[in-house]
């Protein structure tokens, strides 16, 4: 279903509605301020890819983005959680650095792992050629006080076939659980520890790289809680992933694992996810807060490069305001 979106209106302003008849969507979020030359809100010509997750945007040149299409498109992460864009050929490493700032706080790379190079250390390289993948369900850097807001892709080098990614809908996933469980959840608290992924990666390497201004000796687990409540749409969300979650905190070793199994299985139903074939020229926005991601890795020995930028997060709060 393709619509034209209005986005940047206030509280204060009334809903504009479509032609069709179906209310338009204005979610506000904390945007960069508009400018003096521009106060109207920009339309953004949007493809939905199901009822309330995931759009392609047409229509939009992210290297020459205006200030009011940049305010629309960061409104509107919130609002679909993943945005998809085609034919971005004129964005490259120093512009989508750029992209980013104008979308909110652009953060180093990695905590573990430096930047694709000295001039861009914000980018993170997932290169296939020296084991740069993310085939496992995983929410970006979630063993961190702060998680990322969200995370900016560009595909750079593609396999003829295969390397697909895939989105799940974390808020999609809690609303469609019973009550019981949905209370349940609401109670829980999930250990998150970046040591299977990424301590050896750390114990090998001498250099150390910087996140929000802290050197990463090791990696310490911190806790999260089950259930995130998202602080621009206010909705609760999932804040559970297994590449990153150890453990639930005060319940047994076997609770622990069941209950985290039935929550990774429903989360993973097929009418929670979106899926995105890729090609050279893409960018894909999400919005950390809300989803998890998978990339196939069904491509042998073929390369494939992808460059990623984070935003800057905030603490998870959940329904017990932990």
């Not at 850097?141 to 750079?156: D, E, I, K, Q």
């Amino acid at each position: 279903m393709r619509e034209r979106a209005l986005y940047g209106l206030t509280p204060s302003e009334p809903a504009t509605t479509h032609p069709t008849g179906v209310p338009v969507m204005t979610i506000t979020a904390p945007v960069l301020p508009a400018p003096a030359t521009s106060t109207a809100p920009a339309a953004l010509d949007l493809e939905r890819l199901a009822p309330g997750f995931g759009a392609r945007v047409h229509g939009v040149d992210l290297a020459s983005a205006t200030d009011a299409q940049v305010r629309a498109i960061r409104t509107a992460l919130a609002a679909h959680k993943v945005l998809f864009f085609s034919g971005q050929h004129a964005l490259h490493p120093d512009g989508q650095i750029a992209l980013g700032r104008r979308l909110g706080d652009v953060t180093e790379s990695h905590p573990v792992v430096p930047g694709v190079d000295e001039e861009h250390p914000e980018i993170y390289a997932l290169d296939s050629a020296s084991g740069g993948f993310a085939d496992v369900w995983h929410t970006d850097v979630t063993f961190v006080r702060r998680p990322p807001l969200g995370s900016v892709l560009r595909a750079v080098v593609l396999p003829p076939t295969g390397g697909d990614t895939q989105w799940a809908d974390l808020q999609l996933a809690y609303e469609s659980l019973s009550e019981p469980l949905q209370r349940l959840a609401d109670q829980l608290v999930a250990v998150h520890d970046g040591t299977r992924e990424f301590g050896y990666y750390l114990a090998q390497r001498e250099a150390r790289t910087k996140w929000e201004g802290e050197q990463f000796q090791a990696l310490v687990p911190v806790e999260h809680p089950v259930v995130r409540i998202h602080p621009e749409t206010g909705r609760k969300g999932l804040f559970v992933n297994p590449g990153f979650v150890s453990h639930l905190k005060d319940v047994s070793d076997a609770e622990s694992r069941y209950l985290l199994d039935l929550f990774y299985a429903h989360i993973t139903k097929p009418e929670h996810i979106v899926r995105h074939r890729w090609s050279v020229g893409d960018v894909v926005m999400w919005d950390n807060r809300s989803t998890v991601h998978y990339a196939n890795r069904d491509y042998g020995d073929q390369r494939r490069v992808m460059h990623r930028i984070t935003l800057r997060g905030d603490k998870p709060v959940g329904p017990t305001g932990a």
